[in-house]
């Protein structure tokens, strides 16, 4: 039983590079949040997707950055024309419907721009 | 709105000594809460949990937290700790009582281990 798994670990980009993380939920589960981790800092939440929906993006910057959870295939957080301040770990975790559950997260990727 | 301090950015204690890690929140409501424990390097592990009933809450690895209403407070606390509890430590709330819900962090603890 496979938890969240998260492609690339690492990744490393150019200012202007654009970066693809990747996320699989945990087999059964339908939601997946994304979260920034900024360099000592906690955890910000960033966007929560089902299934071929944005249900809140409220924590995503305007610009540069999407987000989609495809019907098959895992979500991708996607950012455009990276910048320094992009450099942060991005944890993915995923969780079931009805009431609350817990959230799973993944080991995060860790991108670097240069 | 619904939040999370962590009043103590870095801590260190002596292998074997106990540890209490501080944790305040203000929500509307009974709050659901969490304590997620960070390795270098690594994802988030969940160690404990409250949602209702008993205050005193125990977890994995030896961990435990009261839920105190009168303080707004849910501390985490270990009798004896071990080199292998080094790691970053963040107190949560999520914001609704829904599956729906993000997750606010608290900034974090960093505990280090004196041998």
């Known amino acids: 039983n496979a938890g969240v798994m998260q492609n690339p670990r690492h990744l490393v980009r150019r200012r202007g590079q654009e970066a693809r993380l990747r996320c699989s939920p945990m087999?059964?589960?339908?939601?997946v949040y994304w979260y920034r981790q900024l360099p000592e800092e906690g955890l910000k939440f960033m966007v929560y997707?089902?299934?071929?929906?944005?249900?809140?993006e409220s924590g995503m910057p305007k610009e540069r950055f999407s987000a989609e959870f495809p019907k098959e295939g895992p979500s991708i957080l996607r950012i455009q024309q990276v910048v320094r301040g992009d450099s942060a770990a991005y944890f993915c975790?995923?969780?079931?419907?009805?009431?609350?559950?817990?959230?799973?997260f993944g080991p995060g990727t860790r991108l670097t721009v240069l | 709105a619904q939040s999370v301090t962590q009043p103590d950015i870095h801590i260190t204690v002596s292998e074997g000594a106990s540890l209490e890690l501080r944790c305040n929140y203000s929500?509307?409501?009974?709050?659901?809460l969490f304590w997620y424990v960070q390795s270098p390097g690594q994802g988030l592990q969940l160690l404990l949990k409250?949602?209702?009933?008993?205050?005193l809450v125990q977890g994995i690895k030896g961990f435990e937290a009261e839920f105190k209403r009168s303080q707004s407070s849910f501390n985490l606390r270990k009798p004896s700790v071990h080199w292998s509890d080094a790691a970053e430590y963040f107190c949560?709330?999520?914001?609704?009582?829904?599956?729906?819900?993000?997750?606010?962090f608290g900034s974090g603890t960093r505990l280090s281990i004196r041998p």
């Open positions: 975790a995923s969780g079931a419907s009805g009431l609350y559950n817990e959230q799973f």
């Open positions: 087999k059964g589960h339908s939601h």
């Open positions: 997707l089902q299934k071929e929906n944005i249900i809140d």
């Open positions: 929500y509307g409501a009974t709050p659901y």
């Open positions: 409250y949602f209702s009933g008993d205050t």
């Open positions: 949560a709330v999520p914001e609704g009582y829904s599956s729906a819900s993000k997750i606010i």
